[in-house]
T-cell receptor, first 115, second 116 residues
Framework: AQKVTQAQTEISVVEKEDVTLDCVYETRDTTYYLFWYKQPPSGELVFLIRRNSFDEQNEISGRYSWNFQKSTSSFNFTITASQVVDSAVYFCALSVSGANSKLTFGKGITLSVRP | SAVISQKPSRDICQRGTSLTIQCQVDSQVTMMFWYRQQPGQSLTLIATANQGSEATYESGFVIDKFPISRPNLTFSTLTVSNMSPEDSSIYLC?????????????FGPGTRLLVL
């Protein structure tokens, strides 16, 4: 069975601070896919990134960066110079048997960025 | 990114009634998924809907309570039957979109359901 653990439940930072959201996953499959989604107060789930298990290259997209480490089964997400608009719930998710298969979600991390 | 729409966006229903939620994808997909997000909680998969076959339900969810239709490759419905206040949640549909190398799951905007 798959499992995603987001140990942090709520994080509060002041604008312009850097913040890292942790994600630890468990699976016996050798091929799997990891995702991060953002859920702003509007409720819509916004896709941020997909990472394959065979691609450990870290990724940067603007102020967002992701650190994937298979050795520690972690897929952490860092927001640099946080902004108020980053305030949302962030979910890490895992799928096996293809990126088009069902997702197992972590419990989510509520990020509050104060001006 | 994919365009996935849901109707209704929100509803307030009375106990014992049923609500059917519609999900429309902008292109053909083999699988569609229905998730439930209870207040302040994470997303839990209800069922996988394949076109041309019965939906596959996750543990704790049954067809009598959450019947699903999948009449074609771009559309699905989820019905929440005989509702109780515990069914108050956001219901989201999702579908995989993109090329084989970048395929990922996109979500509809969700249906916020309040059962009184």
């Amino acid at each position: 069975a798959q499992k995603v653990t987001q140990a942090q439940t709520e994080i509060s930072v002041v604008e312009k601070e850097d913040v890292t959201l942790d994600c630890v996953y468990e699976t016996r499959d050798t091929t799997y896919y990891l995702f991060w989604y953002k859920q702003p107060p509007s409720g819509e789930l916004v896709f941020l990134i997909r990472r394959n298990s065979f691609d450990e290259q870290n990724e940067i997209s603007g102020r967002y960066s992701w650190n994937f480490q298979k050795s520690t089964s972690s897929f952490n997400f860092t927001i640099t110079a946080s902004q108020v608009v980053d305030s949302a719930v962030y979910f890490c998710a895992l799928s096996v048997s293809g990126a088009n298969s069902k997702l197992t979600f972590g419990k989510g991390i509520t990020l509050s960025v104060r001006p | 990114s994919a365009v996935i729409s849901q109707k209704p966006s929100r509803d307030i229903c009375q106990r014992g009634t049923s609500l059917t939620i519609q999900c429309q994808v902008d292109s053909q997909v083999t699988m569609m998924f229905w998730y439930r997000q209870q207040p302040g909680q994470s997303l839990t998969l209800i069922a996988t809907a394949n076109q041309g076959s019965e939906a596959t339900y996750e543990s704790g969810f049954v067809i009598d309570k959450f019947p699903i239709s999948r009449p074609n490759l771009t559309f699905s419905t989820l019905t929440v039957s005989n509702m109780s206040p515990e069914d108050s949640s956001i219901y989201l549909c999702s579908a995989p979109r993109g090329s084989s190398l970048s395929e990922t799951q996109y979500f509809g905007p969700g249906t916020r359901l309040l059962v009184l």
